[in-house]
């Protein structure tokens, strides 16, 4: 026992995880159990009674940004939690909303509902201009006209026949076919406004540090106009967005 690396079976004995089911954050049932859970593992010394009562934009910005540097490394085991079929940040947002819990069964697709609404949750990339990306937007509706249009005149202009189209092809395809592709992007914009973003507000988190933001901070919870999206890229058979913040 003695030869043992007992820094190494400290590590092993670590915990980051508990026995909890997507399931049990669907609902309040148990949400002081699970909220002393974690406040007991993560956040030991941190005081409970500065959760929020309801989603207040200023108010989990200050929050969370004091809990960050109260918790240290801790907290990233919190926005990352591994849950199945739950994104970043949302059991982070469960733990610190009172009143909130995630989506689930008669939700309507919500990622979180609160006493002041549903929400989506978005982990998103920040950008000094003024743009979120790295996102997909969630929907049953078909975009599928819109991407064979694009793929199909980016064959035209010469860039070759595979199904990626990104921001140099498209920058390509604005100078020779300046009236077709801002076509594609108008009724891109008037399809996921309509079928998407007009529904429910959307809280977006910082995926990563960078543009001022540190990992889980509030960048905005906004509820995104047409004005707002762009269309960004084709990849793994999606479109996805750049929405402006400002």
């Known amino acids: 026992m003695a030869d043992l690396d007992r820094q190494f079976i400290n590590r092993a004995l670590k915990i980051t995880s508990f026995n909890l089911a997507a399931k049990d954050f669907q609902s309040l049932k148990h949400k002081k159990e699970i909220q002393h859970l974690f406040f007991t593992r993560f956040f030991s010394e941190y005081n409970m009674s ?24 801790e907290f990233e085991h919190v926005y990352k939690y591994n849950l199945k079929g739950v994104g970043p940040g949302e059991v982070m947002l469960y733990v610190l909303l009172n009143n909130a819990h995630l989506g689930g069964g008669s939700s309507a697709g919500l990622d979180l509902v609160d006493a002041s609404g549903g929400y989506e949750v978005k982990a998103v990339d920040y950008s000094p201009q003024g743009y979120v990306n790295n996102f997909k937007v969630g929907g049953t509706f078909s975009m599928a006209d819109i991407i064979r249009g694009v793929q199909e005149l980016k064959k035209e202009a010469g860039r070759g026949s595979g199904a990626e189209v990104n921001s ?28 998407y973003f007009k529904n429910h507000a959307i809280i977006f988190l910082s995926n990563k540090k960078g543009g001022g933001y540190q990992l889980g901070d509030v ?6 106009e047409k004005k707002d999206i762009v269309f960004e890229r084709i990849t793994s058979g999606t479109i996805k967005p750049r929405i402006l913040m400002k």
């Open 50 to 73: 500065k959760m929020l009562n309801r989603v207040d934009e200023s108010k989990m910005k200050a929050l969370i940004k004091d809990l960050r540097q109260h918790a240290g490394s």
């Open 168 to 195: 140099t092809d498209l920058q390509e395809l604005e100078k020779k076919f300046p009236d077709e592709i801002k076509g594609y992007y108008k009724k891109y914009a008037e399809v996921t406004y309509k079928n």
């Open 219 to 224: 960048i905005a919870i906004k509820k995104v």
